[in-house]
């Protein structure tokens, strides 16, 4: 049945207003070969799964042909696979036997940076009048011959390395080995867009785009994020690659407000279909030490940054939904009981995203509740940006427990332990030695066992991403908050003419008793639920631990 947005000026319709995105991370999804390493035809062989769980498109984190000094976001050739992922033939496999399921993949698109192995730069570095020089940013050191100036990489430390052959500095706002891409060369944006044409004319679906508010940086002026060309250079790319064809495209912006997510995704901006903006991560971070020393969760604030957004898009643009990816701890460890209540706090987790208006991403295994990892040396961690801060922190003084405690809680391997997908070893990822270890708690929280359970978190997903496709309230709802202060229990509505869906959850682990607005006392059919079926809202409510309902009532 097509998708009708009934009386709606609002949005041209997409297809990706019903689509619900998962996100792979292949290296840790599935081995075929036994390498320990994940791979194409791993992801392949876990096509129905994803079919069952019903999401449309599939976004691979990188997959190109790289060194993997930061796991793939360090490209050396942009048109070539990874051996250890496979090879093209590989890919394109996936691609129409996922298209043969109704499932379109995306790629993402790395293009602030290339790595260090990248021919461009090896050309680039040679000689300052090399023809590739231009390529990247490269400049002259300061006067008592330290870097040009202040930029740090966002993995600690300075933003620029000075190379010995020419005696100059080149800059990377990440490692040392993702140099970056000068975008104000045009001939670098043009090899840009041939090469995002040929990976359009392969069949993907779309692009997901890596750190893509750094392309307009004006490093003279230390400005990075949102610098004065960005949104021209989004209009350029648009027009020269995916303007004219029907795909997503998700820019990642940690830089993002309401304001300039209209100019990245505003219907007649020609640029993004959306964006991922971070605003309900950040604001949980401390001031000085960032994600390393996150604040005690404050739901008030969540709920202020998540309805600010709602409204913000609500006539224009489109909002991108997610709690995890493969940069930030596990959502049920984050928001969540991951110990006490695992169960239901992952499902009113899930419902709390899903039931608003916008396009919801899965993280990998969040589908079956998988945790952060318990790691406890220092030697058990992969992560690039991990390791470059406990080499920065040790030398500051931090005690290496100290150390472990942050990043147990926010460190960017909680996302990348290996998928668990039964209770054999290795959780069933690897018949191989894992890259990096497989959470212990493989034995109880995996897919076989969520597949079969009728209660499991993953039935769950799988029912909030059918009523989606179900319920164009769920797509096209007005979305209005209700009890703003309340610091334990989450309530929204949303409203398509004469119909309202109300959501309320809690994010307390213990009973919540609550009076009701007035205008929410309702009675009406429980679309969704991690306890029992309510069919009303009544003055006074108490909500079990974590509980959530999404109930569909009469406007
Ligand atoms: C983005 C990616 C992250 C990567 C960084 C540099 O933030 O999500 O994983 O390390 O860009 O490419």
Redesign the pocket.
């Known amino acids: 049945m097509p998708l009708v947005a009934p009386d709606n000026p609002v949005h041209d319709i997409k297809w990706w207003h019903t689509a619900t995105v998962y996100q792979v991370y292949p290296r840790s999804f599935c081995d075929s070969d036994g390498d320990g390493i994940g791979d194409i035809p791993g992801i392949t062989s876990r096509l129905d799964y994803l079919q069952r769980l019903g999401i449309d498109i599939i976004w691979l984190s990188p997959i190109y042909q790289s060194p993997m000094d ?2 793939g ?2 490209i050396s050739d942009y048109r070539a696979v990874a051996p250890e992922f496979g090879t093209l033939g590989h890919f394109d496999r996936l691609v129409s036997e996922a298209r043969a399921r109704g499932i379109g993949i995306i790629l993402d698109l ?1 293009v ?2 290339t790595s260090d192995e990248h021919p461009w730069f090896l050309l680039s570095r040679q000689a300052t009048d090399n023809p590739f020089r231009d390529f990247y940013v490269w400049r002259k050191p300061a006067d008592d011959g330290g870097p040009p100036n202040d930029l740090q990489s ?1 993995f600690g430390g300075p933003a620029w390395t000075l190379d010995p052959t020419t005696g100059e500095y080149y800059l990377h706002l ?1 490692s040392r080995r ?1 140099p970056d891409l000068n975008w104000e060369n045009p001939k670098v944006r043009a090899e840009i867009y041939e090469m995002m044409n040929w990976w359009l004319d392969r069949g993907i679906a779309g692009f997901r785009m ?2 893509i508010d750094y392309i307009g940086k004006e490093v003279d002026r230390e400005v990075v994020t949102d610098g004065p060309h960005l949104h021209d250079y989004l209009k350029e790319m648009n027009a020269s690659t995916f303007g004219d064809r029907d795909i997503l495209t998700v820019g ?1 912006t940690w830089s993002a407000t309401p304001g300039s997510a209209l100019l990245y995704s505003g219907r007649d901006r020609k640029e993004l279909s959306m964006v991922f903006q971070f605003e309900h991560v950040t604001q949980q971070w401390d001031a000085v030490y960032g994600k390393w020393r996150p604040k005690p969760f404050d739901l008030a604030g969540l709920k202020t940054v998540f309805g600010k957004w709602q409204l913000a898009l609500a006539r224009d643009g489109w909002n991108a939904l997610f709690w995890g ?3 930030l701890p596990r959502a049920v460890s984050r928001y969540g009981d991951a110990t006490g209540f695992h169960s239901q706090s992952a499902k009113m987790l899930a419902t709390v995203l899903h039931l608003l208006k916008g396009t919801p991403f899965v993280y990998q295994g969040e589908e079956i509740g998988m945790t952060n990892m318990p790691f406890t040396s220092i030697n058990q961690y992969r992560d690039i ?1 991990t390791l470059n801060m406990h080499r920065l922190q040790m030398e500051a003084g931090l005690s290496p427990e100290e150390f472990i405690r942050g990043a147990n809680e926010s460190g ?1 391997d909680n996302a990348r332990t290996p998928m668990q997908w039964n209770a054999t070893q290795h959780g069933g990822f690897s018949s191989g030695t894992p890259w990096i270890e497989v959470n212990p708690n493989y034995a109880t929280v995996n897919a076989e066992a969520a597949m079969t359970d009728e209660g499991s978190i993953w039935n769950h997903y799988r029912k909030l991403i059918a009523l989606r496709k179900m319920h164009p309230v769920v797509v096209y709802g007005d979305y209005q908050p209700w009890l703003d202060h309340h610091p334990d229990v989450f309530v929204y509505t949303r409203t398509l003419e004469e119909v309202r869906l109300i959501v309320v959850a809690s994010f307390r682990p213990s009973e919540v008793c609550l009076t009701m607005p007035m205008e929410l006392l309702a009675v009406g059919k429980c679309l969704i639920w991690n306890y029992e079926a309510v069919d009303r809202v009544e003055t006074e409510m108490v909500l079990r631990p974590y509980e959530a309902i999404g109930l569909l009532t009469d406007a």
Do not use: L, W
Request: overall charge negative; aromatic content about 12%.
């Open positions: 930061g796991n976001y360090d790395v602030n940076h966002s990440f993702q890596d750190v990642e990816n493969h940069d940006e960017r």
